[in-house]
Structure formats: C-alpha cells, structure tokens
C-alpha cells in the first residue's frame, strides 16, 4: 500500500524547454524566476541563464540549437520546435533515460522509445492535418540539414503532445512557465478524480498519493490530464482530440455531480435552491417545487453557458499573457452580473472559475477582504468537486487563511491554515 502523502516518484525532464512568454525573466535551465538580471547566451543571444553554472549544465542540450538560433534569430521557431529538435539530439547521442526514482511495485524499464506516441492516429486525423504540416514545416526549416524524416519527426512529435508535462512555479504568477518530457511519470493514466497528484520544484516533477493506494502499482496510480472544475463535457473535449480516448472514470460517470456542476438558478426570485436539468429537461425546484422554465430561462441558460466558457478561455489567456490584474478583474465582474441571471453561483463550474479569476485579481491587487470573500464563497464547492487533499483543494484553504489572516481575522484564518497543514 501506498499511504496518503507519500512520495510516489521523482523524475528531472528528459528535455524541456522555457515558455517564450517567460524568456528574459527566468532561466532557460532551472527555470528559477530571477529579478537581478540573467546572463544571455553570448553565441546566439537567445537563451538566458541565472549563472555560470546553469549555463554549463545546459550546454550539452544547447550546443547544437545554439547554432540553429544563431542563424535563424529573430525568425525563431516556437517552443514545440525548439522541444522536439533537443529529444531528436538527444536520441542521436544515445541518452534514452532521464533521472527519476520511483517505490512502484513490478515498475518496467523506462527509456524515450516506451513513450507512446499515437503517429499513425495523429498523421490520419483530419483535425491535426494543418498542425502537422506545420510541425514537420518548422522542424525542417529549423534544424536544416539535420533535420530526420517526416515520420521520425512525427513520432517524436506524438510523444510530446501526448505525454509533455506543463512546469508549473506555483508560488509565482503566470504559473505555467515551461514544458517538459517526463519518462516515468507518463506512465500514469488519467483519471477526472485522481489518486495522484504533480507538483513542481523547480524543474523536478514529484508524484505524490493523494490518499491511500491499496496497490503499490502504477497501474493503479492515476493523475489528471485535465482541468477539474470543468463539466464532463468540456473535460472529454480536452482529452479526446490530444489523446484519443473517451473518458469513463468514476468522476464522469458521476451524473449527479456533472448536473451540480452544471445546475442553474431557480426562477423564483425567493429561492436560493439549484435547479438540475437532466438532459434537455429542467427539473422542478427540490426546495420550493417551481417548475416555471420558460423558452426565454432556457435559451438564457445555454447562451450564458456556451459565453461563460469562451470568456473564461479568453481571460486565462489574459492572465498568461500579463495583462494588468485590474483590467481583468472588471471584465470578471462584468461576467459575474451577467451568470448571476441564470446560472447558480454557489455550485455552477463557469462562476466558479470566474470567481477564481477574480480572487486572483484582488490576491495580486493586495485586496485581502474581497479576495477573502471570493475564496469562501467557493470552498465548499471545491471540497464536493475535488478529491480530498488535492493541491487545488489545498490552495483554496491556504489562500482563505492567508486573506483572512490579512484582513486582521487571525482566529478564522488560523483555521483554514491548520487544516491544510500549513501550522501544526
């Protein structure tokens, strides 16, 4: 048995690669966040690095993307390129492994060539078609005349998508900061209610049980590919066009907990209950019995439903791009007054993402007392949609304590702190 907390396994990338948006604020190999200044690449002025150090232990991946920079800058290609080019290098020098560690029982040998890579299903997707020319386009033109066939280029291609980790800093803003391959850790299968969870130090991924594992296995360790707070719709749309498959874990089977998700407001305006719908049909009231959805309730409903996703998209990428947290914040509000006609804004997914956003905002903006009561406002949400323990979970304890600890309610932040952990 795997108990709760345990470390499950540890892995450094096999390669991995700064996102652009960070260039020039973190290192391009630990990824570190650096205010003092970082020391570029003198040979292609491209790649930056906190020291001598980091620069000498990148090297070996750098030295041949370093020459292909040199003759290509500014007309640099994206991270995908620049990620797919040091695995094909790699490979060319006979490194197959990375260093990890793991306590699974009856674990297999790991090396690059047992990471799936689904080619022939990528390269007879319609969908993929123009991203593949793209790919294959890029790869070639950056790495010349080293450039390896189209199907080994799609082969390593495959991999990365499909099994490619987001690094996550987690104590800063943005939090997505680079991309790595992992060979052991993608191993572990998906699951919307995971028993596993990721966290970042640095550049090393560590795999944690999340609770109790009866079979020390990883085939019995499962991860989350996708967002959590998201409907099972939207989620299987996630993990169906970049994995190819049809999720049927315990969590999207869960059709109560999909219809909460989901659930809108009552139309009478005295009720605070949620309403559930169940296929095209909205249920009666369980707390007053109305039953009184209109044409226009329903419309309104998928209306704001299919809004909501699209400005919650629109807004992530706001917050990944360093847009001011004020200007994002008034467009929070703006989508708060409208969600709050028809959608339920204690269980609804859609305002609870906004009101993450929105927290976020107030945290950055140093707004403790909004930002105190936007986190518990969505609490108890949280704890019926997210496993227990979970690192989502946790940060929404450790922020309310935080806040409320700001506010100058320490007694009420206090409590929030112990039970995540944070005091003893």
Not at 63 to 76: F, G
Not at 238 to 266: A, G, V, W
């Amino acid at each position: 048995m795997a108990r709760q907390g345990s470390m499950l396994m540890s892995a450094l990338p096999f390669s991995h690669v700064l996102y652009d948006s960070e260039r020039g604020k973190r290192c391009d190999e630990c990824l570190s966040l650096r205010s003092d200044g970082l020391k570029r690449c003198v040979g292609c002025k491209f790649a930056s690095y906190c020291d001598k150090k980091c620069q000498q232990k990148a090297w070996i991946d750098h030295k041949k993307e370093c020459q292909h920079l040199k003759l290509m800058t500014p007309a640099v290609p994206d991270e995908a390129v620049r990620l797919l080019s040091r695995i094909i290098y790699k490979i060319r020098r006979g490194v197959l492994e990375a260093k990890e560690w793991n306590q699974f029982e009856n674990y297999p040998e790991r090396t690059i060539h047992h990471v799936i890579s689904h080619r022939e299903l990528i390269k007879n997707d319609p969908a993929m078609k123009r991203k593949v020319a793209t790919i294959l386009y890029e790869t070639r033109r950056f790495m010349a005349n080293d450039s390896p066939s189209d199907d080994d280029i799609l082969e390593i291609y495959g991999k990365v998508i499909m099994n490619a980790f987001v690094i996550c800093d987690e104590l800063n803003q943005p939090m997505y900061v680079g991309c790595g391959m992992y060979i052991g850790p993608c191993i572990m299968d998906h699951s919307c209610y995971p028993n596993a969870i990721i966290t970042f130090s640095g550049i090393t991924l560590n795999v944690r049980a999340g609770t109790d594992i009866a079979v020390n296995d990883h085939k019995h360790t499962f991860i989350s590919y996708a967002e959590l707070l998201a409907p099972r719709e939207e989620r299987r749309a996630q993990l169906q066009p970049d994995y190819y498959f049809h999720c049927e874990c315990t969590q999207c089977s869960n059709d109560d907990i999909d219809r909460m998700m989901l659930s809108t407001k009552c139309p009478n305006a005295e009720c605070d209950a949620p309403i559930i719908r169940i296929g095209d049909d909205f249920q009666p009231c369980t707390a007053c019995t109305c039953s009184n959805f209109s044409a226009i309730y329903e419309s309104s409903v998928d209306e704001i439903t299919r809004w909501s996703a699209a400005i919650y998209k629109q807004l992530q990428e706001w917050e990944q791009n360093g847009k001011e947290p004020q200007a994002i914040l008034v467009e929070c509000v703006k989508c708060l007054q409208r969600q709050a006609d028809v959608l339920h804004l204690k269980w609804n997914v859609h305002v609870l993402r906004i009101k993450d956003l929105a927290a976020m905002c107030h945290f950055r903006m140093e707004a403790w007392t909004e930002a105190a009561r936007l986190v518990l406002d969505t609490l108890e949400a949280k704890r019926k949609y997210f496993p227990p323990d979970h690192p989502n979970l946790s940060l929404q304890l450790f922020s309310a304590g935080k806040a409320l600890m700001l506010t100058g309610k320490a007694k009420e932040g206090l409590c929030y702190l112990e039970e995540v952990g944070f005091i003893n």
